[in-house]
């Protein structure tokens, strides 16, 4: 099925080590996205990336890192991992405005990290 | 400001009734307001949107009420079924070009009692 893959689906990290969450999308979207989701909290944007070889900050970028060497790879890195980072993480991606007003964003059914 | 405000934070319907969640904004650039619904282990996905020259916009029995002047617009669930139980998002898009993206609201954690 079409849709947006993140893998893994659950991992734990020891504080201070380092991993990748991949995320790939088979809709032959522009732009995508990472989240974390944390209770009370809502969806905060980390990184997005509006084209292949393009990446951008967004609210809570600290602690992370981003790659965009495909167009339908967005790979998010924690290259020292904090009990902090610990949260669920969830890639989206989407066509370009306007047009991603009629479709919204694709979320993948997200990624559980829990650094000790 | 770049912030949708949304309330309850978690709300409790019995089956049959009607599930009301707020949002509020204060970004008058925004134009764009879309609802999304997200199942335990899943990821949030698109339920219903609205633009702000509508004030009401109906799909099922899913409503988005909007009040331009008040700056405010919530979701109607009406007939609550305990499979509408999910956490809800209301979000906000500035406007169609490049660098807006969508704003999240805090989300709203829906328990519909069977």
């Known amino acids: 099925n079409a849709g947006v893959t993140q893998t893994p689906k659950f991992r734990v990290l020891k504080t201070g080590q380092s991993m990748t969450l991949l995320c790939a999308q088979d809709m032959n979207h522009e732009y995508m996205y990472w989240y974390r989701q944390d209770p009370g909290m809502g969806l905060r944007l980390i990184h997005y990336?509006?084209?292949?070889?393009?990446?951008a900050k967004g609210e809570v970028p600290d602690g992370y890192n981003v790659s965009r060497l495909k167009k339908q790879n967005f790979l998010l890195g924690l290259e020292s991992a904090a009990p902090s980072q610990t949260s669920v993480y969830f890639c989206?991606?989407?066509?370009?405005?306007?047009?991603?007003?009629?479709?919204?964003?694709?979320f993948g059914s997200g990624t559980r990290l829990t650094v000790v | 400001q770049q912030q949708v405000k949304q309330s309850p934070q978690s709300l409790i319907v019995q089956k049959g009734g009607i599930s009301i969640i707020n949002c509020a904004y204060e970004?008058?650039?925004?134009?764009?307001f879309p609802w999304y619904q997200q199942f335990p282990g899943k990821g949030p996905a698109l339920l219903i949107a609205i633009r702000p020259d509508v004030s009401e916009k109906k799909e099922g029995r899913f409503t988005i009420s909007f009040n331009k002047s008040a700056k405010q617009f919530s979701l109607h669930i009406m007939d609550s079924q305990p499979g509408d139980s999910a956490t809800y998002f209301c979000a906000a898009s500035p406007r169609a070009n490049r660098d807006d993206k969508i704003i999240f609201g805090k989300g709203t954690r829906l328990h519909i009692l069977p």
């Open positions: 970004n008058t650039a925004f134009d764009y």
């Open positions: 990336s509006v084209g292949e070889g393009t990446t």
């Open positions: 989206a991606s989407s066509y370009p405005p306007p047009r991603d007003r009629s479709y919204g964003y694709t």
